[in-house]
């Protein structure tokens, strides 16, 4: 009887209406942005789905763009405990030779790594970011050799770097879509919003001041970062994050005519992504039923869903999502917390967009003969 009423539970989960979302394909939406630049891509951070793409894999310049993977490998060492904000940064010649976009550091000056991340984040320091990678890995050398091996590790395929400032060097390029994959792996990085994000501030104690190149983060609604590049070779070019009700995006603009048409760019891509999008959480409309464990401690053990059940969906195809629960029956002990149960497939009308694992929520171990005996008896016990 107890094995009938979980199968009649579970066929109850069958097709249950669920809040969730799908994974879409490029442009699937009504009304596609307007982008005027060589390449773009728009993803969605939580994710990784891209939403548009324009010439997504084309090489190239992505002039101080690159910086996004120097501040990602900075991130790392920082919420690992390699590097400490208030540590000092000395200053070698070649950092002070930089040309392009400085803020004018002496061979010899010291400043702390917070500031140094201050003025490669908000005004694209060439100068601050060899700094920072000499003091990390001890020549601009051995730190682009690290960028290209976290390259190489994000799936970042059409890219190679040949400095970490971004300034034009035979052979140093990328595309939309790797700036777009170590964007969102800088934006896990909660603390470089802390730099993304000022407009204006200063470093050397107030006496030099920083005014973000990124206009977006003062013009437009929930910007975040992230970073602007332009030199001769490359045009204007633009990684560009906003976040709204929970959702973040990323839109990356190459190779662009005028400062003023990425910018454009990125805002279209944006703002057609919040239009169109949104994340949201899929459950089950009633708790799982429980699972019957044969031999086992307990006779039974709970089901949870293994993850985090936040899909992306267009927002127009919401009232599609249904969810069908595949659990087995029983299973025979012991469990292991964790282990699979069945799972729960998220579907966008015919399509299945997700699947979800369902697991035990603890471990039952299994009886030993003692413990059958005793069951045994006491079975008989309550019979009589």
Same mark, same amino acid.
């Given at each position: ?55 997504? *894999? ?76 000499? *003091? ?40 939309? *879509? ?207």
């Amino acid at each position: 009887m107890k094995q009938l009423a979980a199968a009649l539970l579970a066929a109850a989960f069958l097709i249950l209406p669920a809040r969730a979302a799908e994974q879409p394909a490029a442009g699937a939406a009504a009304g596609a942005p307007a982008v005027d630049a060589g390449a773009a891509v728009l993803m969605e951070k939580e994710t990784g789905t891209i939403l548009y793409e324009q010439n997504p *894999h084309d090489k190239l310049e992505p002039a101080s763009v690159t910086k996004v993977m120097a501040l990602l490998l900075v991130l790392e060492a920082v919420d690992d405990g390699r590097l400490a904000l208030d540590d000092m940064v000395s200053v070698s010649a070649h950092a002070a030779s930089m040309g392009g976009s400085q803020v004018y550091l002496k061979e010899g000056e010291q400043m702390s790594v917070d500031d140094m991340l201050k003025a490669v984040a908000v005004v694209s320091g060439n100068d601050a970011a060899v700094a920072l990678a000499e *003091h990390l890995a001890g020549s601009e050398e051995a730190f682009v050799s690290l960028m290209n091996q976290r390259a190489a590790e994000l799936g970042m395929a059409d890219t190679c770097f040949v400095n970490c400032t971004g300034l034009p060097a035979a052979g140093h390029l990328t595309s939309a *879509h790797d700036i777009a994959v170590m964007s969102r792996a800088l934006l896990q990085h909660p603390r470089i919003r802390d730099y993304t994000t000022i407009w204006m501030d200063s470093i050397r104690g107030g006496q030099f001041q920083l005014a973000n190149t990124n206009k977006l983060i003062r013009f437009y609604e929930g910007a975040t970062g992230l970073k602007t590049g332009s030199t001769d070779s490359a045009g204007y070019c633009l990684s560009a994050s906003a976040e709204r009700e929970g959702m973040e995006l990323i839109a990356v603009v190459l190779k662009a005519d005028t400062s003023e048409k990425r910018f454009e760019a990125a805002k279209s891509m944006l703002s057609y992504g919040f239009a169109n999008y949104t994340l949201t959480d899929v459950y089950p409309s009633q708790a799982l039923p429980p699972v019957d464990v044969l031999l086992g401690e307990a006779d039974t053990v709970q089901p949870v869903l293994a993850q985090s059940s936040r899909i992306l969906v267009e927002k127009a195809r919401l009232n599609e999502i249904t969810t069908e629960l595949r659990l087995c029956q029983d299973v025979e002990a012991p469990v292991e917390e964790g282990q699979k149960l069945g799972e729960m497939v998220v579907y966008v009308g015919d399509e299945a967009q997700q699947t979800i694992p369902i697991v035990a929520d603890r471990a039952v171990a299994r009886l030993t003969l003692p413990g059958i005996f005793s069951r045994f008896l006491k079975t008989l016990f309550m019979a009589g």
